[in-house]
């Protein structure tokens, strides 16, 4: 059976997650989210971010916090701006468009948007009102593409879209990987100060399933559970995401499982980099683009497995690579040992 | 702390399901459905319900089924008829609406609806293409209020619904207990066969979360696997949900914890009986709504908890009691111990 | 050839339009609404409702008018409250919910609802946010069976929806008809106070097509145009509307027209009388409901073609004759000898 | 008063539909297009595209076209393909996405797709079901640019289409001014043979409104009028569209109408061309694009009212002009009087 480097989803939970449901398994709740571990876990989350007017909740998945949160936001008129490589743009089958709203989807070097890509959007749709209305600014950290925001980069867009009457949204499906990958200077803070609204994710680090919506613009929260509802997100037993939030935030277990993912990532990139080996983007969290040879990625399929992300030539492609709170060190050794011994 | 009987999600899963996450924990599976453990459990089903053609599909919770379903089946101009006391019509916060689909409620006594209350809302429906046109049938069983429907009332509705060409789908949130309850004579094969789709609900039957969408009519089986990602429903841990129905029906399990929550059920209706008390409507599986005085009702709130269902005079209201997996034998003889002094 | 008394729009337009259209035909204008005609017609309406803030736009039909205005009044979790007779509840093929919001149907015996009827609505749907919530009533004057709503009516209903926070909306369709029956004490000012919103129709009452759309509520008129657009209501050439309405409402050709409708419908309504008949409802705008026998019906289908509306007994039926502007005294003339020689 | 050429519906209709309307106007018809001016224009369009089979639906505008057509063709999960610069990409207000779909835009010189061009959106969408499925093709014809499709190229589309199982639909908001053009080689049988459905556009060719919808695929036929009623788009007094498609339909005066309009573009061109300008885009129909200098263009506006389309350096931009079936030869001479006199 050949490892899986293909995302950082492919195993269960973290040990402690399993613990909290054996242990908490027979105490009563109430449902749909008002179980005390759901209470506890906001109000952990509220502290982390020092916003106490922050509004949490929690769902299942990313593609379902994306819907609920642009559609609860926006009217029908009403656009979102993208980069092209974001989720909602490309990989979630037409989600935010079942809701209603046009995605503008920008090109990017490297799946980041800045001030003036969003600029240029909003000076060709001033055609009004024959033209969507642009309200809602996405963007993911760490990207699809393994890139972080800098803490300069995030405040130059929440300034952006405050003056044009914007709303920032970070989906932050692997934001604990962003935040602790070494070249970064942000900090959960700085998400409940700069964003209107925001998720933690923890399908991708450590949990069953689970992602924390954190809506910091007080105007954005009211009736927020109506469209949890209605879109199918609210679970009965909300327990589950509450008890693993929970746990996942108590004592920084969120952050240490995404920095040993990262390290895992950074002991693979220093591998190839060893070897000679070039990346199609410099990145320093758990994801990573390393280019080899036709034969070098046959030789690597042996043992491991792992996506071909983009062909660059007729000899050479763009491998992806993921880690994970999962990813042994024996793993890791084994891996890196192959690499080294590449042709 | 009171005891609740206010639902039957109250609890975490049963401890076989926490065992079998244990268990599976670091095996690493394919993302979104792909896992060995969801297409076991698709495959146990299509034996249980003997159509070796139905296509399974797992989801976290019921409005989740409800709507993904019925949007993929209907196109833009066809409706749905239900029980106006059904799920859909009063309790998911206008989820099919919001899919932009109208949904006619029928009055009922018992929480069913027959041949002839569907072929009213058709008939004055004729004024074609000004009216929406009925296409889907949604029932529930059990229904939401804990009513079960027989073997000839199932086969009337399906051939009535094939003659009229509209597709029936059961809601099975608790089929589990249905199909357990002493008045039953229905089985998993008949819907199977009897149905165009239906869900066997977890999350009310020892589940932590997990609804199983069966779809037997083939000409409604195709791309399905868009609306589930569309519509966010897809978990990128899919394994959650594969492992937890693998473990509930490999051995019948399903059915046991089912059964155990109806004989729950029976013990204190029996007990309600005993002292003279009279039902809202007769039910056997695990809802009973026995009718109370106003002074009775307070004496069982001191060590209990449930809902107030209904206000029948200035006296008298029924309340609504629910049992579960894990109602426990020393909780039944505590509360019916209690029912026996009620004055 | 029968004469047609199946509804008010079986003719072209009132001459006076056709030659205003004529008169403007080569005078370039703006498109999309922008053109003067449109600018003066909505000048002249907010004088005769006397609310200089009111906005006004204009669209080509009553089902366009109903959806564009309550999906760009109400968020996605958000309800209309009708009369079950009422248009969007059962005659526009689901037009409402397409844009994704539920209609509760209120059942009335004369089309008419009240405060008592909504608050039970509300009542039923505190199970908040499992429910959806209740935002905006309908209501059509005249309504869709002939009847209208008195001043204190409308009164009464506009202070419940301010206390409970709900827009009012009328469709007006025929609000010329209801504001010049015999029984009417509703001003056109009224309309102007005492609704959130409100249309004007045409097309009933001698246009060739057009609904002026009025918004009183000014935090619902803001961006209304990007909602004309999105439907597709937006006319390029807008000045069609403008025209028909400037010419309709300079000296009250608008109210000529719907009070000859209505005094028509009354000659008509005299000679059942005369002959003993009895009515399904009284009214007093341009339609009327007699109950006639099988056999009476089928001699006035001789020459003259209406719709039975209703089946009452194995004898009796109502049918529904409607008049317009069209209308001549040589067809009523025709028409009542032919009522009066019933057997 | 300045002449506007900024578009092609600035004036009311050509004098003989107003004449069929007052001809026609005191005949009662049936409502909602079943009258006998529209089912009469129905036909004339089948014999005239040669096709039997095709089924015709009129609407009051092009959004409105587009939308229904759309949204009636495709399920939930799929999505359309067209030009960045179609209308329904950037110019109807979301219209699409408001209906549930992805609109992919493809970035051209021209305004034209070609299958290379869809293929290379299918190669990238091929993560099912992550992703959204392509299904339809729009094009324009002639374009927003005013550009044409030649029938070699209408047919590579169309075979394309097929062999990809997507359906080809043409906006044919100004298919008069493309099949009237110079260099076109297509003719209206060939839109009835190789397309799934097109539209007539009447509203920029002499209509006061109104497009004809065909549809060639009979699959897509069923039950189409209940997505016009849901839209609202079907007008009470369809005859109204009827007969203005009857009269410019019967003897060719709609091709001559858009003739003629193209050969006043065509002058405005030629003295263009004479005073050595040159376009941003060659084109033979009624819109043209000629290259100015900011004097030029300031010397032109003094009697002439057009857009500045796309601003090219420090020094010149495109404008764009737009003739009509009301374009008077006398302004014609004068407009090209001045050109020729441009320094």
Redesign the interface.
Known sequence: ?K??FK?D?????H?RI?EA??Q?????????GLDEYSLNAENIIRQKINNPKSKVHF??????????VI??FL???E?VVAAATGHIF??????I???????HGIETSEGKIYPDDIQKIID??Q???????QKLVYISNSTEVGTIYSKKELIDLYQFCQERNLYLFVDGARLGHALTAENNDLTLEDFGKYTDAFYLGG??NGA??GEAIIINNESLQE?F?????????????G??LGIQFQELLKDDLYFDLAKQANQQAMKIKDAFTQVGCKFLSETFTNQIFPILTDSQIEQLSINFDFYVWKKLDNEKSAIRLITSW?TTNEIIEKFTTEIKNLK
Do not use: C, D, W
């Not at 908490?24 to 749909?32: K, V, W």
């Open positions: 059976m490892y899986s995302n989803y492919a195993e269960g939970a040990p399993l449901l054996i908490s398994n027979l105490i009563q709740q109430n449902g749909y769902v299942s998945g990313g593609t379902q916090a994306n819907l609920i559609s609860a009217r029908p008129h656009s490309t990989n979630e089958s037409g989600a468009e079942a809701t209603g709203h046009k995605v060709v749709h055609n009004k009102p024959h033209q969507v209305k399908t991708k069953l399933i009736e559970g109506f469209h949890l509802k209605q879109k199918g997100a609210m679970l009965a037993k327990r589950l999962a």
